[in-house]
């Protein structure tokens, strides 16, 4: 273990405040300071934190929240938890973030059905900020309030500003496999919103406010211990970010010839948390990488709106084609910071082999 690591942990272990301790207090400051927004409220994971933002917005049955079918499941599962109705959105190609015409359609769609729009959840997938400008024109448009799902993407900016201070409310996970990870679960909301804020903090603890229950809350707050690692590990996110970025230039020219790379627009930087390529015959390229012990992953072979739990929910009026296609074609490679060089040119090799070899061997 990282001795630094080892030893924020013992400092925990000696003061014995294992809930809500220093850490934590600290952390909240340090994250608000590297997000560029006002304020950072810890939380036992990526999933509540999602939620809570819905449960301070009052957001509830009859309500519609406009959310990606390409997802984690948590993006939608909390929206149904919240009592309102998932409406599933396709996504851009280019960056496998929310579609804005596809947004745009399914507003007033929505309303078509019964439902009252309500929030929108672009999701940061694979670690690319979502194109927050273009969908707040949609989302002024109709009243909305956006959430952005930011747990694969801590760490990365747009135009200079990072995940935090992109729009009114972001959430974010510190699942060890996410960019900023902790050595369990952990999660956390950054806002400009002092009231946003504030409730968030009380509805963590049982919705208690100066020791009175004044809201119907959870348990959900971050462990000291988790704390301490990830004020040690943010120390390092930055340069972690820039070998995954290298890593992934390094994809980009090698591999842009054979497969489909992701773009991210002009002025993104992001925290690549996958790196993602389209290919067809993407089973069989798998089989290949697989059979040479080369770790690679799909994201996400089955998409939500078809999936038993959310197949009865309703999506954008024009159909979700990108999604399906991406279900399809869709292949993660290996892009951990330390990924050493003589890796990156043996997942580079044996990618190039499969596809030019049709991966029928
Ligand atoms: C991981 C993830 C979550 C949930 O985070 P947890 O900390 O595992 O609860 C939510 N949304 C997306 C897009 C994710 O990748």
């Keep these: ?36 927004c006002r304020y950072a409220v810890m939380c036992a994971n990526g999933t509540d934190a999602l939620l809570l933002v819905l449960m301070a917005w009052g957001v509830g049955p009859g309500d519609a929240v406009f959310v990606p079918s390409y997802t984690f499941a948590a993006t939608a599962e909390v929206v149904a938890l919240a009592g309102a109705t998932p409406v599933f959105v396709d996504i851009d190609p280019s960056d496998y973030t929310m579609d804005r015409a596809s947004l745009a359609k399914a507003v007033p769609y929505a309303v078509e059905l019964g439902l009252r729009p309500a929030v929108v959840v672009p999701v940061d997938l694979f670690g690319h900020p979502a194109n927050y400008p273009l969908l707040e024109e949609v989302s002024r ?16 900016s747009a135009d200079g500003r990072r995940v ?5 409310a972001t959430t974010t996970s510190f699942f060890p496999s996410k960019p900023l990870g902790c050595y369990g679960d952990g999660g956390a909301i950054f806002t400009n919103d002092a009231r946003l804020a504030s409730t968030l903090k009380s509805l963590r603890m049982h919705g208690n406010e100066l020791g009175r229950y004044v ?44 497969a489909v790379v992701p773009a991210v627009r002009a002025g993104v930087e992001s925290a690549w948390g996958q790196y993602t390529i389209q290919v067809e015959e993407r089973d069989a390229v798998r089989d290949h990488l697989q059979r040479r012990a080369i770790s690679s992953a799909v994201y996400y ?25 991406l279900s399809a074609q869709a292949l993660s490679l290996p892009i951990h910071p330390y990924l050493s060089e003589p890796d990156q040119q043996r997942v580079v090799r044996e990618v190039r082999q499969a596809i030019t070899t049709g991966a029928k061997l």
Excluded: W
């Design 141 to 156: 448009r109709h009243g909305l309030r956006i959430v952005a799902d930011g747990a694969q993407s801590f760490g990365a």
């Design 301 to 325: 072979p089955e998409p939500l709106h078809v999936q038993p739990a959310y197949a009865l929910f309703p999506f954008s009026p024009d159909g979700l084609s990108n999604t399906s296609q």
């Design 215 to 258: 809201r119907i809350g959870m348990n959900s707050r971050l462990d000291t211990l988790q704390a301490a690692v990830l004020l040690e590990k943010l120390g390092i996110l930055s340069e972690e970010i820039r070998s995954r970025q290298r890593i992934a230039d390094f994809y980009a020219n090698t591999l842009a010839d054979v």
């Design 164 to 168: 935090g201070s992109l729009t009114e």
């Design 1 to 36: 273990m990282n001795g630094k690591i080892e030893k924020a942990i013992a400092r925990v272990v000696e003061h014995g405040q294992f809930i809500l301790g220093p850490e934590v207090g600290s952390l909240e400051e340090q994250l608000a300071q590297f997000s560029g």
